[in-house]
């Protein structure tokens, strides 16, 4: 599929949520999908394999197939999914959309057998992107997908209004996140049935690189915002205030959300990600503080040790890194 064919209608604004793993990026999208205008998608870069190549839930529990939304954006976007070679993107992922290419997407200048390749794999969101809105009339489109290497291809294109925003959370609490032993609901083979784990050795190092690769997308120009996971749940309504008023988004902004944390999670068309994104009807938000008292000391001390110099840059305030 060619750069060329992509959509001619008017540019779709897509907010990419950025970050390490296990930093609350599903929470982010829960509630930013609970404003009117606002489409989330779930983690489109999964969307190819699991539920497109396995059939998985989607966050409306109907399986990807048989959902209606994404039947009417496949149809939309390629004349169905069965024109769409998942090889292929799979192919063009390796090339263009890895870690170790994060360095050379992130330059200001490519080549152009570097662009076309960029353009070719990022031609698959973008015809996602335009197709949500064209079938939805949605005015902000949310892709939680957390590589910074697919949010630094996207910035290669032309035809979508990218905003980014990048998700923080303190190192400890991602590390034991990624130390828990969590089943995949919606798993449709046994190899399948549990999310990833990691030692927090390996935690620590990919945090560090996820969150130098997100602060690389400065230097591709990219309207961005960094968020702390500690600052959005303990007081959502402000922390996406100052969200959308950084990133300029449509700010007719109204968490239906309780003094107590409370709010009515309404079902959602996610094709891939947290459990979470099953999780629909009354709600109550609290802070994940398990690691507190639940991590070892050694553990504990290792994280802060490896993290420390970011930990630290970071301040845990939210700002902004363009206007
Ligand atoms: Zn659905």
Redesign the pocket.
């Known amino acids: 599929m060619s750069q060329g064919q992509a959509v001619n209608s008017a540019k779709p604004l897509v907010l990419y949520i950025a970050g390490s793993g296990r930093s609350g990026s599903t929470l982010l999208e829960r509630l930013l999908g609970q404003l009117d205008g606002v489409q989330t998608l779930g983690e489109v870069h999964h969307m190819w394999l699991r539920a497109l190549g396995k059939n998985e839930q ?3 529990s ?1 399986s990807f197939t048989d ?1 209606e ?2 039947t009417k954006v496949g149809q939309e976007a390629f004349g169905g999914w069965d024109n769409v070679s998942i090889s292929e993107v799979e192919h063009l992922k390796s090339q263009v959309d890895r870690q170790r290419h994060q360095p050379l997407t992130a330059l200001p200048w490519t080549s152009k057998n570097r662009t076309e390749k960029l353009l070719d794999y990022t031609d698959y969101y973008a015809r996602v992107y335009h197709a949500v809105q064209k079938t939805t009339g949605a005015r902000i489109i949310v892709d939680s997908g957390k590589h910074p290497s697919l949010a630094l291809a996207l910035t290669h294109r032309r035809d979508i209004d990218l905003r980014v925003v990048h998700l923080v959370r303190d190192s400890r609490g991602v590390s034991h996140s990624w130390g828990k032993a969590v089943r995949r609901p919606e798993a449709t083979t046994s190899a399948d049935s549990m999310m990833q784990q990691y030692s927090p050795l390996v935690s620590s190092v990919l945090w560090l690189s996820t969150n130098v690769a997100a602060e690389s997308l400065r230097l591709r120009g990219a309207r961005g915002y960094r968020m702390r996971y500690e600052d959005l749940v303990s007081n959502p309504q402000e922390a996406l205030r100052e969200l959308f008023g950084s990133l300029g988004l449509p700010d007719e902004l109204q968490l239906p959300i309780e003094q107590d944390g409370t709010i009515e999670l309404r079902p959602n ?1 996610s094709a891939a990600g947290n459990p979470m994104r099953f999780t629909v009807g009354s709600t109550t938000l609290r802070p994940d503080t398990a690691w507190h008292t639940q991590m070892s000391t050694k553990e504990r001390r290792l994280v802060s040790l490896l993290t420390a110099s970011l930990r630290y840059y970071y301040g845990y305030t939210g700002r902004s890194w363009s206007k």
């Open positions: 989607c966050g409306c109907q959902c939304f994404w068309h």
